[in-house]
C-alpha cells in the first residue's frame, strides 16, 4: 500500500505521496531538538510520527523587551488578496488614521503580495514574515488581513501524513494559521528592544491573540463600512 493523495491541478491528475527521508533521520537519531517558536507538540508529533508524550516542550521566558499592543480593527472582512478596489481605498484610509495617531513614530503596513502595490507595504505576507530583521526600527505594524496559507496545499500535506492520533484538518489549519501570525508579529523583535510597539490587525477573522477592538469608523470615517 503506498499512502498519498490525489488531485487535478491545472487540468491534470496529480499524485501526492509522502516522503520519509526526513522522517527516517529523525527516528534514526537518539534524540531531536526542535527549534521552533511556534510549532506546538501535537503538530510535531503529527508531522514527525512521534508520539506527543514523548515531546518535551521548554519555553524560554523574558522579564525585559518592548510592551506590545495589539489592535484588532474590523469591518475589513477577510482583506484578503482578491478584495475589491472600494475595500482598498477603505484600507488606504484606515492607515492614513492610524499613522496620524502615531506621529512621530516609524510604521509599516504588511500586506498580500498582489495587494502590496496598492497599500505600499513594505512587508509581504509570508515572504517577509519569517526570519526577517528588516522590520526592528519599526514601532507601529499595520497588518492587513491575515498570512493564511493555500487551504488545498495544506490538505494535501495533511492527507498523506500518517499519525494515529491525528487531529482534524479544521485544527491542524487553524494551529498553520496561528503559527504565521505569531511569526509575522515576531518581526518587531520586541525582545530586544524596549518601550511601546503596536500592531494594528484589520481583518474580522479571530485572532489567536488578545487584542483591544475597534470598529474602522473608529480609526477614520473614510475607512467605514459602507
Given at each position: ?21 526526513h522522517r ?10 526542535f ?42 472582512g ?14 488606504k484610509?484606515?492607515?492614513a ?7 512621530g ?22 515572504r517577509?514574515s519569517r526570519?526577517?530583521n ?11 488581513g ?7 496545499a495544506v ?26 501570525v ?41 475607512a467605514?463600512?459602507q
Amino acid at each position: 500500500t503506498i499512502t498519498g493523495t490525489i488531485s487535478i491541478q491545472y487540468g491534470k491528475l496529480v499524485v501526492h505521496r509522502i516522503q520519509d527521508q526526513h522522517r527516517n533521520i529523525i527516528h534514526a537519531a537518539h534524540a531531536n531538538i526542535f527549534l521552533d517558536a511556534t510549532a506546538t507538540a501535537e503538530l510535531i508529533s503529527f508531522r514527525t510520527s512521534i508520539p506527543v508524550e514523548r515531546i518535551l516542550v521548554c519555553e524560554a521566558i523574558h522579564d525585559q523587551g518592548a510592551v506590545v499592543h495589539h489592535v484588532q480593527v474590523k469591518d475589513f472582512g477577510l482583506a484578503g488578496k482578491k478584495r475589491a478596489d472600494s475595500t482598498d481605498e477603505r484600507i488606504k484610509a484606515a492607515i492614513a488614521g492610524i499613522k496620524n495617531q502615531h506621529e512621530g513614530c516609524n510604521p509599516v503596513e504588511f500586506d498580500h503580495l498582489g495587494k502590496s502595490g496598492v497599500t505600499n507595504a513594505k512587508g509581504v505576507h509570508f515572504r517577509d514574515s519569517r526570519g526577517e530583521n528588516s522590520f526592528m526600527e519599526n514601532d507601529v505594524f499595520v497588518h492587513v488581513g491575515l498570512p493564511m496559507p493555500n487551504i488545498g496545499a495544506v490538505r494535501i500535506d495533511y492527507e498523506i501524513l500518517e499519525c494515529a492520533n491525528a487531529p482534524s484538518f479544521e485544527a491542524y489549519y487553524q494551529d498553520i494559521c496561528d503559527a504565521e501570525v505569531f511569526q509575522e508579529m515576531g518581526r518587531d523583535r520586541a525582545l530586544r528592544r524596549d518601550g511601546n510597539i503596536f500592531h494594528y490587525w484589520l481583518t474580522d477573522l479571530d485572532l489567536p491573540l488578545e487584542a483591544q477592538h475597534m470598529k474602522a469608523a473608529d480609526i477614520s470615517i473614510d475607512a467605514a463600512s459602507q
